[in-house]
């Protein structure tokens, strides 16, 4: 099954490194059942884009994670895309994420097809994301529109091989 598993730049290097995305378990975005049942009239690319928007989410709020514990990070969101085994996957029952997964075991570098991650163009808008986070979680609808409007940015394509340009770029 094609997993995304929300990243950082810092992470993706962690990865590279020791071969692994991990500590397990791991949450990662995938077109699951509740997925498929709730956007009934997807096709399955529509639904996998879906799922990279979730793991987009999921990476806003570890790039803040990291920056509240002091971890000088770049505003740039990053995804990965692997295949990993359907034995290895737990879907998720919540309602709001209906395409969440946890995957049992660290991710191998040998199981990426794939690495999504924001252009530098986009770095602005993904630095007012992150500092509208706080009052976008309290109920703030413009803090909200302004989280959003990270989104309007598409996460550019990479192939494995290109991770270490990534990453001295």
Same mark, same amino acid.
């Given at each position: 099954m094609r997993v995304y598993l929300p990243c950082t730049l810092p992470a993706l290097a962690r990865m590279a490194a020791e071969g692994e995305l991990g500590p397990a378990p791991? &949450?990662? $975005? =995938? *077109? &699951?059942?509740?997925? *498929? +049942?709730? $956007?009934?009239s997807g096709d399955t690319e529509e639904l996998e884009y879906v799922a990279l928007t979730e793991a987009a989410r999921a990476s806003l709020r570890m790039l803040a %994670? /990291?920056?509240?514990d002091? @971890?000088? *990070? =770049? =505003?740039?969101?990053? @995804?990965v895309a692997a295949e990993i085994s359907d034995g290895l996957i737990t879907a998720g029952v919540d309602l709001e994420e209906r395409g969440r997964v946890r995957v049992a075991e660290s991710v191998p570098l040998t199981a990426l097809a794939a690495v999504?991650?924001?252009?530098? #163009? !986009?770095?602005? /808008? *993904?630095?007012? =994301?992150? #500092? !509208?986070?706080?009052?976008? #979680? !309290?109920?703030?609808? #413009? !803090?909200?529109f302004t989280v959003d409007g990270a989104e309007a940015h +598409?996460?550019?394509?990479? %192939? &494995?091989?290109?991770?270490p340009d990534l990453l001295s770029s």
């Amino acid at each position: 099954m094609r997993v995304y598993l929300p990243c950082t730049l810092p992470a993706l290097a962690r990865m590279a490194a020791e071969g692994e995305l991990g500590p397990a378990p791991l &949450t990662g $975005y =995938a *077109v &699951t059942p509740a997925l *498929v +049942e709730w $956007y009934v009239s997807g096709d399955t690319e529509e639904l996998e884009y879906v799922a990279l928007t979730e793991a987009a989410r999921a990476s806003l709020r570890m790039l803040a %994670a /990291d920056r509240a514990d002091g @971890v000088d *990070v =770049a =505003a740039r969101r990053v @995804v990965v895309a692997a295949e990993i085994s359907d034995g290895l996957i737990t879907a998720g029952v919540d309602l709001e994420e209906r395409g969440r997964v946890r995957v049992a075991e660290s991710v191998p570098l040998t199981a990426l097809a794939a690495v999504h991650i924001d252009d530098p #163009d !986009a770095a602005g /808008d *993904v630095e007012a =994301a992150l #500092d !509208a986070l706080p009052q976008a #979680d !309290a109920g703030d609808g #413009d !803090a909200q529109f302004t989280v959003d409007g990270a989104e309007a940015h +598409e996460l550019q394509w990479y %192939a &494995t091989q290109e991770i270490p340009d990534l990453l001295s770029s």
